[in-house]
């Protein structure tokens, strides 16, 4: 039914609202359904209630762009929303609605399936073949179509879908070209306006981080939601909400990768993996730290003064560090760790330690090297 704009508009000039009334029938039927739309200021109500999928983070029905340089876990951050979505489970402390979810890993490979192996009992839908979603042979109908069916067939649509990466969708075309991004979303509304999912693009930055997301600025404009990943020397990694279109931008979530083995190849090498692992502010951390694990940290930072060397990789922190051994065997030997004579239960002891400042964030340890955190 076509809403009457005369209703409701008391503090209006009769003289107009009888005229726009009294003019209506001569109006078109695209014109009359403009009309119905037009709506008196004074008759409109807050919006209370926001549907989301990851509160504060995540609007249904969305569009997003989750990006960060090389090496900052995008992949891995989008994958563990996705699994939180499906699984309906809380995420980064904020309410979860749980929802029907497409991954689709355009750029493949084996790697995207031992992350996905990774997981706790993972229940979403996978689709790893490069798909195009610009220019005439654009995926987006055939897609669409698809969600349909699998919708149909499973008795429910698709709440999020996640395209990873842009740069592998985008056919060739330029990313930097406002035609082509404009294409771009074009079908990126028309995959979420016909499934109503929140559709996650995960981009890059280009060789200026300072200056956002790789491409051209009409991108930012056209989303609803933009989530910047940053890498500290330490290896965390923060999520941050740098727009969100008619809310609040700043929320963070701070994670590092846990390095997870899923078995062994064919040559009895272990196969690896990584998981998002939330970090634990450093605040709550320091109050827990015993008298064994300042001992120990004092220790590590005697060795770091006397051995200690920079060890120049972009996953390593930029000042100096130690031989993770090197630093377990001292504190087994002359740490005074524990009062007991029994190696086993002197290497629990450290272990302990080794936890405790992890934890606190006093440490950091990658491969087998270790670092105090400055």
């Given at each position: 039914m076509t809403k009457d704009p005369t209703k409701g508009t008391e503090g209006a000039?009769?003289?107009?609202?009888?005229h726009l009334y009294g003019n209506r029938a001569r109006l078109k039927p695209r014109a009359l359904s403009l009309l119905g739309a037009t709506t008196w200021a004074a008759d409109l109500s807050p919006c209370l209630d926001r549907p989301y999928l990851?509160?504060?983070?995540?609007?249904?029905?969305?569009?997003?762009?989750?990006?960060?340089?090389?090496?900052?876990?995008?992949?891995?951050?989008?994958?563990?929303?996705a699994h939180h979505v499906?699984?309906?489970?809380?995420?980064?402390?904020r309410r979860v609605n749980k929802g029907r979810v497409l991954y689709i890993a355009a750029e493949g490979g084996g790697g995207f399936a031992n992350r996905v192996a990774a997981l706790d009992e993972p229940e979403f839908f996978v689709l790893s073949i490069p798909v195009t979603l610009t220019g005439p042979d654009s995926a987006a109908a055939p897609l669409t179509e698809v969600l349909q069916h699998l919708a149909a067939v499973g008795g429910a649509g698709f709440d999020m879908i996640v395209i990873d990466t842009m740069a592998r969708v985008m056919g060739g075309r330029d990313e930097n070209a406002a035609p082509d991004i404009a294409d771009l979303v074009r079908n990126l509304d028309l995959i979420r306006r016909v499934t109503g999912a929140?559709?996650?693009?995960?981009?890059h930055t280009g060789k200026d981080t300072g200056r956002g997301a790789r491409g051209h600025s009409s991108l930012r404009a056209a989303i609803d939601t933009e989530i910047e990943?940053?890498?500290?020397?330490?290896?965390?990694?923060?999520?941050?909400?740098?727009?969100?279109r008619d809310g609040p931008t700043g929320y963070r979530f701070c994670y590092q990768l846990r390095q997870v083995e899923l078995g062994l190849d064919q040559d009895g090498d272990p196969v690896t993996t990584c998981l998002v692992d939330p970090a634990v502010p450093a605040e709550a951390g320091r109050a827990g730290v015993s008298e064994a694990a300042r001992k120990a940290l004092s220790l590590l930072n005697r060795l770091i003064e006397?051995?200690?060397?920079?060890?120049?990789?972009p996953q390593y922190p930029s000042h100096a560090?130690?031989?993770?051994?090197?630093?377990?065997?001292?504190?087994?030997?002359?740490?005074e760790?524990?009062?007991?004579?029994?190696?086993?239960?002197?290497?629990?002891?450290?272990?302990?330690?080794?936890?405790?400042?992890?934890?606190?964030r006093e440490i950091v340890v990658r491969d087998d090297l270790v670092w105090v955190v400055q």
């Open positions: 000039s009769e003289g107009a609202v009888s990851v509160k504060g983070w995540l609007d249904q029905s969305a569009l997003s762009v989750l990006y960060g340089p090389s090496n900052s876990g995008k992949s891995f951050l989008a994958l563990d929303l499906a699984k309906g489970r809380s995420w980064g402390n929140h559709v996650m693009l995960v981009h990943l940053s890498r500290d020397d330490l290896g965390q990694i923060t999520a941050e909400v740098t727009k969100q006397e051995r200690g060397e920079a060890h120049r990789k560090g130690v031989s993770f051994d090197l630093w377990r065997d001292a504190c087994m030997t002359e740490g760790l524990s009062s007991s004579e029994n190696r086993n239960t002197r290497k629990r002891a450290f272990n302990r330690c080794r936890e405790e400042l992890e934890t606190a």
